[in-house]
T-cell receptor, first 111, second 112 residues
Framework: AQSVTQPDIHITVSEGASLELRCNYSYGATPYLFWYVQSPGQGLQLLLKYFSGDTLVQGIKGFEAEFKRSQSSFNLRKPSVHWSDAAEYFCAVYNNNDMRFGAGTRLTVKP | DVKVTQSSRYLVKRTGEKVFLECVQDMDHENMFWYRQDPGLGLRLIYFSYDVKMKEKGDIPEGYSVSREKKERFSLILESASTNQTSMYLC???????????FGSGTRLTVV
């Protein structure tokens, strides 16, 4: 069965610093991959998705993610973090009517 | 703006009560889902539905049931609430999962 691992439970970065959130997936073929963001007390919002083509995908709010098949990874990046980016981030993999989520990475942004 | 609406943001119920969590989507999506979210465990699928009157068990269906009488509405039912069902409940919908899911804002349920 497919699965998703987010190795970092909690990350703290300074405002203006760059960000990379890690995601590894387990799945035999090329999966459909997603990043979602959840602000406190809210539902999940789709940041970006990958399912074919260019391995670097752009999303909303200035985020991007890179699909690396050889590493089974789909890491999320942002060049300069804003205080409003503080939230929880979930990586997900979808195949055959089954969406699997990672446990999430909580991002804290220091002033 | 497309939406998934969950009827309550916060609920407090007593042990043994029957609890209904309602979810409505206005996107004419075929598929609807109920997840529960707990710290450190991410999102776990309770039930899903691909069509009206259809339902399928997810990973943790025990203690829950669902109802989908109309395409836009998907209800989660806790037949006899227990304290271990205290959690955040998230409803989602999709036309096809390859484009991702649209989530509601969640219902934080506390069972006392």
């Amino acid at each position: 069965a497919q699965s998703v691992t987010q190795p970092d439970i909690h990350i703290t970065v300074s405002e203006g610093a760059s960000l990379e959130l890690r995601c590894n997936y387990s799945y035999g073929a090329t999966p459909y991959l997603f990043w979602y963001v959840q602000s406190p007390g809210q539902g999940l919002q789709l940041l970006l998705k990958y399912f074919s083509g260019d391995t670097l995908v752009q999303g909303i709010k200035g985020f991007e993610a890179e699909f690396k098949r050889s590493q089974s990874s789909f890491n999320l990046r942002k060049p300069s973090v804003h205080w409003s980016d503080a939230a929880e981030y979930f990586c997900a993999v979808y195949n055959n009517n089954d969406m699997r989520f990672g446990a999430g990475t909580r991002l804290t942004v220091k002033p | 703006d497309v939406k998934v609406t969950q009827s309550s943001r916060y609920l407090v119920k007593r042990t043994g009560e029957k609890v209904f969590l309602e979810c409505v989507q206005d996107m004419d999506h075929e598929n609807m889902f109920w997840y529960r979210q707990d710290p450190g465990l991410g999102l776990r699928l309770i039930y899903f539905s691909y069509d009206v009157k259809m339902k399928e068990k997810g990973d943790i269906p025990e203690g829950y049931s669902v109802s989908r009488e109309k395409k836009e509405r998907f209800s989660l039912i806790l037949e006899s609430a227990s304290t271990n069902q205290t959690s955040m409940y998230l409803c989602a919908s999709s036309q096809t999962g390859i484009y991702g899911y649209t989530f509601g804002s969640g219902t934080r349920l506390t069972v006392v």
